[in-house]
């Protein structure tokens, strides 16, 4: 079976109180069945502010290119601070920023309306104007979310690329969003270290070619940068001495918030893009009836980097949208010790938690005694996004962090959803642990068997897919319309959201998901494509051929291992050639693609065709009985790659 399951029978109800409390109720799934658009529509009206009110809540009439609220305009970063001040919460935290180092900022809402404005500013007088890109290559840091914010404002759409990614991969997202600015920072630490960022822009942007004009510089860790005359700036120079007022102009509600990459099953990665008003209202409400979140009492912390899209909704645009109290934490969990993050929970008293199932099965690992050390009572609503959660490491979250009563919320989502679509609700569902669920009131799913046909029966196993538009669905890819209806409205005909996870049912109707359909991997909860992979092994000089597959891991949930034939025959390598293309990967694509084991193998399995048989690959790096072997162009080949390996080749 693959994982996920098997399912297992224990359930837990929420507490009465807390259900009494909860914003998810129990009634908001049938308004939603009812009245599709209008349930949306009452969600945008109720959650986000308008300059102008919409006249048509979706126009899907040049599906799969969606169109909500039509003819509604808005501005998300007045919807995301200046409002909260004008209604009297100025002084609200928004952000505890706690830095690895142990530095602390206090920001309100009051002091992110002067830095959003200051941003706005200084970026304006960068030359960006609405409807430029610019690219954000920044740690953890609050800039990171005043850049965001101060894009949204102007109506720039802003690319974040995470800031592990490499001067390589930076380079070809700037070049594919055509960013005219990009905002990076000295350094950034990581595990006690500072670490260059300034660096790879500057590599990136050394080929010649490219679009950049600007390049705005935060000062983080103080390491020695170049700064280029008349292209780079230092924030300190611009940012803070800029006005702290701005005008927040109201955009259409379609206009592009932001370009996001994402791995697919080719070498490019896909700019997902989304716009403003569905992609904000979803991101408000789920953040809200999902997380539970009461923006008077209660201090959240997701746990994701902004480079990611959970950052995006779920530390930007949703939280902030709803005025919620927030940490935003810029280390690793084990700098200075193993402790962090409980020490963070206790220090802020964090009462939602959101982070992924690889962190959970770290912690595991590292013993319970740990988080045993702190007052983790604060705790309340505790949450899981990236990847299934094994049901071991779901029950220990919810006894170790969760003091045996918070509930646990299994959200499964992409890139592309843009917000929560599968998910139990907190106050009203009964928990499972390991399975998503159901979808949220408002999203509509099914699974599908090959031919298209929906799967009902408990264990069959089949292909997820959403059968109506929703408000923060991807508006498709940058610049390539027809690979967006290719890749998600053609498997199963244009009415299908093909989503690209297998997903079974179980007895009680719950869906579990069952990981990903296509060549992607999640390594950690962060998608990597096998082609980008081999794309980044075969560049390398001793390389002549290369598959990559992903392989269970017990903590990152996949891990990457590559099959690689050498030019010159396999007998002439060495460890250092092993070592040599682990790190050629990390500085092509980033240190997450590295993979955990290279084998070097005379040949590669094929089918007749010429397409690499992976599953058979999967079965070697994962120590199982190799399976059917009939459509290989030459049966003997897996027996030459089992050869090969067990005399240590
Ligand atoms: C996987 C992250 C099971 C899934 C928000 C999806 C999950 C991919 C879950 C998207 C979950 C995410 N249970 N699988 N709760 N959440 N996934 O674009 O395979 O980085 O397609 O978005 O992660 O990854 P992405």
């Given amino acids: 079976m693959p994982p996920g399951g098997p399912s297992v029978s224990q359930s837990f109800a929420p507490s009465p109180e807390f259900a009494a409390q909860a914003n998810g109720k129990a009634e908001l799934y049938d308004e939603a069945s009812t009245e599709h658009e209008e349930f949306w529509a009452k969600q945008a009206r109720d959650r986000i502010t308008w300059a102008k009110d919409f006249d048509q809540t979706l126009d899907w009439s040049d599906a799969p290119f969606a169109k909500w609220y039509v003819g509604g305009e808005l501005n998300a970063a007045y919807n995301c601070v200046d409002r909260h001040v004008e209604a009297g919460n100025g002084d609200r935290v928004a952000i505890h920023f706690e830095g690895e180092g142990g530095d602390t900022r206090t920001i309100t809402y009051a002091d992110l309306q002067k830095d959003v404005a200051k941003a706005a500013n200084a970026l304006e007088s960068l030359g960006v104007a609405k409807g430029d890109r610019v690219a954000i290559y920044l740690p953890m840091i609050p800039e990171a979310v005043a850049t965001m914010l101060a894009c949204a404002r102007i109506g720039a759409p802003h690319s974040v690329v995470f800031g592990g990614f490499s001067a390589d991969a930076l380079r070809t997202r700037i070049a594919d969003a055509e960013a005219r600015v990009v905002v990076t920072a000295d350094g950034q630490f990581r595990r006690g270290k500072a670490a260059p960022l300034k660096a790879a822009v500057d590599a990136a942007l050394d080929s010649g070619d490219n679009p950049v004009e600007k390049v705005l510089v935060v000062q983080r860790t103080k390491g020695d940068v170049e700064m280029k005359e008349g292209r780079d700036v230092w924030w300190h120079d611009v940012v803070d001495t800029a006005s702290d007022e701005h005008t927040a102009y109201p955009h259409d509600s379609e206009h592009p918030l932001f370009i996001l990459y994402t791995s697919g099953t080719t070498g490019k990665p896909k700019g997902i893009f989304h716009t403003t008003g569905g992609y904000l209202t979803q991101c408000a409400y789920t953040n809200s009836v999902v997380h539970d979140l009461h923006p008077e009492t209660d201090v959240y912390w997701c746990t994701a980097d902004i480079g990611w899209v959970t950052g995006h909704s779920y530390i930007v645009y949703g939280p902030l949208a709803n005025g919620a109290t927030q940490v935003i934490y810029e280390g690793t969990p084990d700098t200075p010790h193993q402790g962090r993050w409980w020490e963070i929970v206790e220090k802020y008293g964090v009462t939602i938690l959101y982070t992924a199932p690889t962190a959970i099965r770290t912690f595991m690992k590292w013993g319970d005694d740990i988080p045993a050390k702190y007052n983790l009572s604060s705790l309340r609503v505790l949450g899981s996004v990236g990847e299934p959660i094994n049901p071991e490491a779901w029950l220990w979250y919810r006894k170790n962090i969760g003091g045996d009563k918070a509930p646990i919320v299994d959200t499964w989502w992409q890139t592309e959803t843009g917000a929560i679509m599968i998910s139990p609700l907190p106050g009203v569902t009964d928990l499972e642990p390991g399975s998503a669920q159901k979808p949220i009131p408002g999203i509509s799913a099914e699974i ?80 990597l494509s096998t082609a980008e992979i081999e794309s980044a092994l075969v560049s390398h000089p001793t390389v002549a051929e290369a598959a990559v597959v992903g392989a269970s891991d017990e903590t990152t949930g996949q891990a990457v291992v590559a099959f690689v034939i050498l030019r010159g025959g396999a007998e002439d390598h060495g460890d250092d050639t092993v070592q040599e293309l682990r790190n050629h990967v990390a500085k092509e694509i980033g240190p997450i693609a590295k993979p955990r084991s290279i084998m070097v193998v005379p040949e590669l399995p094929k089918t007749r065709s010429g397409k690499i048989m992976r599953r058979l690959l999967r079965d070697v790096a994962e120590n199982r009985e190799v399976g059917d072997v009939t459509t290989l162009a030459d049966d003997s080949v897996m027996n030459l790659i089992k050869d090969g390996m067990s005399s240590g080749k």
């Fill in 448 to 527: 599908l068997d090959d031919e298209g046909q929906p799967l009902h029966d408990p264990e069959a196993v089949g292909y997820l897919v959403l059968t109506k538009p929703w408000p923060s669905m991807l508006r498709g890819i940058w610049g390539d319309p027809e690979r967006y209806k290719e890749t998600y409205w053609s498997r199963f005909g244009d009415k299908y959201y093909f989503a690209g996870d297998g997903a079974k049912y179980d007895e009680k109707g719950n869906i579990w998901l069952l990981g990903r359909v296509d060549d992607v991997m999640n390594v950690s909860g962060h998608r």
